[in-house]
């Protein structure tokens, strides 16, 4: 009995530890779908402008998306740094800006940055051949 309990939380380990790896389908995305989707989703506009490929990008860049006066004046680029200022306080980094929303827990931050670098690091694509010739 016990040796079974064992091996159940030997592999439970190792799934935990391969979702450490794989930030797009591990606990970065659980984050986010809990504190940033109710503002923002990957690819289309709502309260906050869409966030694949934020990572790299300058702030306040997708074109139809009515940016705050001081995030357009920011000249940010986002990267580990300004992404966990900005979750840390939005004000303190771009004052006057117009995501009212913080987080406090550093590692959550972590996991969302790791989630956001994955989406900019590997865009979503269509498998090659798949939507040509159809234009
Ligand atoms: C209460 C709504 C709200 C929540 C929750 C929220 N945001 Fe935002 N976010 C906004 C708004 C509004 C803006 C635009 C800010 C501006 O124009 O000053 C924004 C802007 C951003 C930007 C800059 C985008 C760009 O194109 O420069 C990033 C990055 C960002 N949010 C990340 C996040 C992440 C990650 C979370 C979850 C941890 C989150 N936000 C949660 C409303 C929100």
Not at 20 to 42: D, I, M, Q
Not at 93 to 114: G, K, Q, Y
Not at 120 to 133: C, D, L, N, V, Y
Request: hydrophobic letters at 40%; charged letters at 25%.
């Amino acid at each position: 009995m016990r040796r079974i309990q064992f091996a159940v939380m030997i592999a439970s380990g190792l799934v935990a530890l391969w979702g450490a790896g794989n930030p797009a389908s591990g606990p970065g995305r659980e984050v986010f779908e809990k504190r940033c989707t109710g503002c923002h989703s990957l690819d289309g506009v709502k309260v906050g402008p869409p966030l694949r490929g934020i990572f790299g990008r300058r702030a306040a860049a997708y074109g139809s998306f009515p940016y705050s006066a001081a995030l357009q004046k920011s000249a940010l680029t986002w990267n580990e740094a300004t992404l966990e200022r900005w979750l840390t306080d939005p004000e303190s980094l771009v004052p006057d800006n117009d995501m009212a929303f913080r987080m406090s827990r550093a590692e959550e931050r972590t996991a969302i940055i790791e989630y956001l670098k994955q989406l900019s690091e590997k865009p979503a694509r269509p498998p090659s051949g798949a939507a040509r010739g159809n234009r």
